[in-house]
């Protein structure tokens, strides 16, 4: 979409999609007792194949904005699906092990996109990057359909907004522990749409290289996941591990407002590297926490864990927006790792789980 709108219309657009999401996982619990979990994954799965072809070949901003919107608030409740799937599969003595797992499954076309889209975008060719996206989707909707087409609905409660917010605020823990995932989810909101726009706008970097920087960047998710998710589960909980991730997020990120812009690519890459081992390191062990105080019949909870994401891009945007307007760009990188800091108070006072 970026060829269409600028950078402050993007965040506009990822606010609306976050909003829709929100409304979406609030319904999802009454749609999974009509559908069922497994059928709901496979037909929403679908769609995004669709709205990826769309994105891909029309050139009609009109069609193209809802499309997109669509398919924002569409990754939320997919999300939501596979968790309730794995949550079936797993124990609490061995959550961090698969979660981090499951992560880094997920992970590995993320680590590989980047580079890939650096590769496809010599010519500006935007449509072989949703076309290829929804090829991607095809592989996920077989391993759905051989793994899970006999899967057993548990009784789904559920999700009004405020009900559940209250309802999630007296378990302490978890409130605590979804309040440091919003906050990493509102970390990802900033970084994703205003890092590449910084690195090519800004430090000139063209998208070959911003490609390969990005892949270097998040093969953190990949090396650090699972056995992190298998120390908190063997050796040390999570709490020790998550307030680690933060402070090296808050520090990182922060550092990248001082890199000068005639640094070479690899400094870029390192910093990026080092903000994302922070970032995998909050991510499994806020899944790895959550997921041992819940289980597959608390869809209520989990869609509002769920909900992290897309309040989080709703308020980030605009909190960014209102960020470039007070200071220039290159500091919303040390106003990010500020935030960041905040979310201390809360994992300090989580009880851990070892």
């Given at each position: 979409?970026?060829?269409?709108?600028?950078e402050?219309?993007?965040?506009?657009?990822y606010?609306?999609?976050?909003?829709?999401?929100?409304?979406c996982?609030?319904?999802?619990?009454?749609?999974?007792r009509?559908?069922?979990?497994?059928?709901m994954?496979?037909?929403?799965?679908?769609?995004?194949?669709?709205?990826?072809?769309?994105?891909?070949?029309?050139?009609?901003t009109?069609?193209?904005?809802?499309?997109?919107i669509?398919y924002l608030?569409?990754?939320?409740?997919?999300?939501?699906?596979?968790?309730i799937?794995?949550?079936?599969?797993?124990?609490?003595?061995?959550?961090?092990?698969?979660?981090?797992?499951?992560?880094?499954?997920?992970?590995i076309?993320?680590?590989?996109s980047?580079?890939?889209?650096?590769?496809?975008?010599?010519?500006?060719?935007y449509?072989?990057?949703?076309?290829?996206a929804?090829?991607?989707?095809?592989?996920?909707?077989?391993?759905?359909?051989i793994?899970?087409?006999?899967?057993?609905?548990?009784?789904?409660?559920?999700?009004?907004?405020l009900?559940?917010?209250?309802?999630?605020?007296?378990?302490?823990?978890?409130?605590?522990?979804?309040?440091?995932?919003?906050?990493?989810?509102?970390?990802?909101?900033?970084?994703?749409?205003?890092?590449?726009?910084?690195?090519?706008?800004?430090?000139?970097?063209?998208?070959?290289?911003i490609?390969?920087?990005?892949?270097?960047?998040?093969?953190?998710?990949?090396?650090?996941?699972?056995?992190?998710?298998i120390?908190?589960?063997?050796?040390?909980?999570?709490?020790?591990?998550?307030?680690?991730?933060?402070?090296?997020?808050?520090?990182?990120?922060?550092?990248?407002?001082?890199?000068?812009?005639?640094?070479?690519?690899?400094?870029?890459?390192?910093?990026?590297?080092?903000?994302?081992?922070g970032?995998?390191?909050?991510?499994?062990?806020?899944?790895s926490?959550?997921?041992?105080?819940?289980?597959?019949?608390?869809?209520?909870?989990i869609?509002?864990?769920?909900?992290?994401?897309?309040?989080?891009?709703?308020?980030?945007?605009?909190?960014?927006?209102?960020?470039i307007?007070?200071?220039?760009?290159?500091?919303i990188?040390?106003?990010?790792?500020?935030?960041?800091?905040l979310?201390?108070?809360?994992?300090?006072?989580?009880?851990?789980?070892?």
């Open positions: 979409m970026g060829q269409f709108l600028d402050k219309n993007i965040g506009i657009l606010t609306i999609g976050s909003i829709l999401a929100i409304i996982l609030t319904f999802t619990p009454k749609l999974l009509k559908i069922g979990n497994y059928q994954i496979i037909g929403l799965s679908l769609i995004n194949i669709i709205s990826l072809i769309i994105l891909a070949f029309n050139k009609n009109y069609i193209l904005i809802p499309t997109f669509i608030a569409l990754y939320s409740i997919i999300y939501l699906n596979s968790d799937l794995l949550e079936n599969q797993s124990s609490d003595s061995n959550t961090g092990n698969i979660r981090g797992l499951y992560l880094s499954i997920s992970n076309a993320w680590v590989a980047p580079f890939i889209v650096g590769l496809l975008l010599t010519n500006g060719d449509w072989k990057v949703y076309g290829l929804s090829l991607a989707i095809f592989p996920f909707i077989i391993l759905m359909s793994f899970f087409r006999k899967f057993k609905d548990p009784i789904y409660m559920d999700t009004p907004f009900k559940t917010f209250k309802k999630l605020k007296r378990q302490k823990n978890i409130y605590r522990i979804f309040i440091v995932r919003t906050f990493l989810q509102l970390f990802y909101s900033w970084m994703v749409i205003y890092t590449p726009i910084y690195l090519h706008k800004y430090i000139g970097l063209d998208w070959k290289i490609g390969t920087i990005f892949s270097i960047m998040l093969l953190p998710f990949l090396l650090f996941q699972i056995p992190l998710g120390l908190a589960d063997k050796r040390f909980g999570e709490k020790e591990i998550l307030n680690s991730g933060l402070i090296l997020i808050a520090i990182t990120t922060s550092i990248l407002s001082f890199v000068s812009p005639n640094s070479t690519w690899w400094t870029w890459a390192i910093i990026l590297f080092l903000t994302r081992t970032a995998s390191t909050v991510e499994i062990m806020t899944e926490y959550f997921f041992k105080k819940v289980d597959e019949k608390d869809a209520d909870i869609s509002f864990f769920r909900m992290a994401r897309p309040i989080a891009y709703v308020f980030g945007p605009a909190l960014a927006s209102l960020t307007f007070l200071v220039s760009f290159q500091y990188f040390l106003v990010l790792g500020v935030i960041m800091l979310s201390l108070r809360y994992s300090l006072a989580i009880k851990d789980t070892r």
